[in-house]
Every structure is written in structure tokens, then in C-alpha cells.
């Protein structure tokens, strides 16, 4: 099985910066994709970067030029550096990683569990 522990998150005053991290352990083969998400109250969950295997970045348009995705492959890491931060980008943050356990088996995504992440104005 493979585990995802996220921290970083926290209360900031707009404009200002945080770091989330996802740490991804356990039965892990291979990582392909890893990428951010979020949800914010009464809203659906929504892409917000993703990073390929090969480092190429897709960013919502929401976040371009504000926000960087980036990995860590010996450490099976995803970060999120969020700069300018807008009350608009309050949501729980979560990580999606997708990975082989094995050489035999199929790519499977894995979620985090979370984190909160507060733009105050």
C-alpha cells in the first residue's frame, strides 16, 4: 500500500506565501504523475498543477504565475510553493500521486489526506 502525508498548510494574510509538501511512501515502484488539487466549500474539487514524470507542469489558469509545482524523485516528493496568495485560494489542498507497486502491476492514483490552506483578506 502507499501512504501520502501532506503538511504545510496553515492561515496566511493575503499576498503572502506558503509550501505545502506531500511525501509519498510504502510499496512504490514507480511515480508517474504527482499533482495538487483542492476543494473549497460548496465547490467541486479542482485541478490546480500537476507535474510529469518528465517535470512538465500544467497549471489551472487561476494560479499561473503564482503558484510552482516540483518533485523530488529520490524522495518520493510533491511541492507546491504558493506565492500571492488571494482569499480566493482558501480550500483544503490535496495531492494525487500515480504509481506501480511493482514492474507487473497498473498505474494506480493515490490521494492524500488533506490540508487546509486560509487566505485571509
Known amino acids: 500500500q502507499v501512504q501520502l502525508v501532506e503538511s504545510g498548510g496553515g492561515l496566511v494574510q493575503a499576498g503572502g506565501s506558503l509550501r505545502l509538501s506531500c511525501a509519498a511512501s510504502g510499496r512504490i515502484f514507480s511515480i508517474n504523475g504527482m499533482g495538487w488539487y483542492r476543494q473549497a466549500p460548496g465547490k467541486q474539487r479542482e485541478l490546480v498543477a500537476i507535474i510529469t514524470s518528465g517535470s512538465s507542469t500544467i497549471y489551472a489558469d487561476s494560479v499561473k504565475g503564482r503558484f510552482t509545482i516540483s518533485r523530488d524523485n529520490a524522495k518520493n516528493t510533491v511541492y507546491l510553493q504558493m506565492n500571492s496568495l488571494k482569499p480566493e485560494d482558501t480550500a483544503v489542498y490535496y495531492c494525487?500521486?500515480?504509481?506501480?507497486?511493482?514492474?507487473?502491476?497498473?498505474?494506480?492514483?493515490?490521494w492524500g489526506q488533506g490540508t487546509q490552506v486560509t487566505v485571509s483578506s
Open positions: 494525487k500521486i500515480e504509481a506501480r507497486s511493482d514492474k507487473y502491476s497498473t498505474t494506480v492514483g493515490y
